[in-house]
């Protein structure tokens, strides 16, 4: 069984710029949930889909948006990028209404 | 929303000592309180989890308990060896709230 995908691996921008992530979950689960884990720092949520629909949003600011697909694959996008974006962006896949999340590589984001 | 408190930060310890890391949660509601390995470069991985309606579980030389009164839960790591050595993650449902992490390292 395939695990969780997140492409790309390693992402550059610059300041003001816009950076696309994207996560594949694993076959069958149906929520995707978003991290950034900024160096040294813990696990932030984002962001949380499920069934196509944006069920909660962490505390971060609107230019953090993303969306999920029919195929239940999800994007993360941010716009206006600025320095401190530069992070770790996990994302995380379960069944709905499950409590079991398996958490893919990562997208290393570094904004310069 | 769920806050989520982790102690100690960071943990260093003598191969073959026990460990322990404790959190704190907010939200009475929450049910689900899983923990978290993280090596360095590498995603974070499930290494144990426990539900509110026990008390303790225990996997190997890994046990968790929890405490919903007092509302914390703690990782006990036993007979440590270096390939313990990673940061650790308590989280807690609803919307899994992760705490602030423990790095932990074993020294050989």
């Known amino acids: 069984e395939a695990g969780v995908t997140q492409s790309p691996t390693h992402l550059i921008k610059t300041r003001g710029q816009q950076a696309t992530l994207r996560c594949s979950p694993i076959?069958?689960?149906?929520?995707v949930y978003w991290y950034q884990q900024a160096l040294g720092l813990g696990l932030q949520f984002l962001l949380w889909y499920d069934e196509g629909e944006e069920r909660n949003r962490g505390n971060f600011p609107p230019r953090f948006s993303g969306r999920q697909f029919p195929n239940y694959s999800s994007e993360l996008n941010v716009n206006a990028l600025e320095l401190e974006d530069s992070a770790l962006y996990l994302c995380a896949s379960s069944w709905t209404g499950s409590n079991g999340y398996t958490f893919g590589s990562g997208t290393r984001l570094t904004v310069v | 929303g769920e806050n989520v408190e982790q102690h100690p930060s960071t943990l260093s310890v003598q191969e073959g000592d026990s460990a322990v890391i404790k959190c704190t949660y907010s939200d009475s509601a929450s049910n689900y309180f899983p923990w978290y390995k993280q090596e360095l470069g590498k995603r974070p991985q499930l290494i144990i989890d426990?539900?509110?309606?026990?008390g303790e579980k225990k996997d190997q030389r890994i046990a968790v308990t929890l405490n919903k009164t007092a509302k914390h839960f703690s990782l006990h790591i036993t007979e440590t060896q270096p390939e313990d050595s990673a940061v650790y993650f308590c989280a807690a449902e609803d919307k899994l709230s992760f705490g602030a992490g423990t790095t932990v390292t074993v020294r050989a």
């Open positions: 426990i539900r509110s309606n026990v």
């Open positions: 076959s069958g689960h149906t929520s």
